[in-house]
């Protein structure tokens, strides 16, 4: 599958962005819905690290405690799209941010970048003043 991710953008601190990962080709048999997707982000000179997930069959969630209670992530299969939400942005919160997505992720593994085989090329999300 590949996945298109959008939204990002040049903010404030205190703004909100919605980011949009939008997924094409999906593996035959396997429908966007099949699919658990990962938020990442990659700040300058740090790590890759996980944001949030959603998973595939019970739409259940996953929060970095950094952002819980300020992003909010979503799906809508019919339009093959996942979102992230982004309220309260804070500077810290500046990176590229990534989708990823991958079948049969087990709820334990979903917030591993591991556990994710497709990339989109990523959002940059800059909150300054």
Known sequence: VQLQAS???L???GGSLRLSCAASGAVSGFSFDYYAIGWFRQAPGKEREVVSCIGSSDGSTFYI???RGRFTIS???AKNTAYLQLNSLKPEDTAVYYC???LRIIVSMIRFSSSYDNWGQGTQVTVSS
């Open 65 to 67: 405690d950094f952002v």
């Open 100 to 102: 990823a997505a991958g």
């Open 7 to 9: 939204g990002g953008g």
């Open 75 to 77: 799906r809508d299969d």
């Open 11 to 13: 903010v404030q601190p």
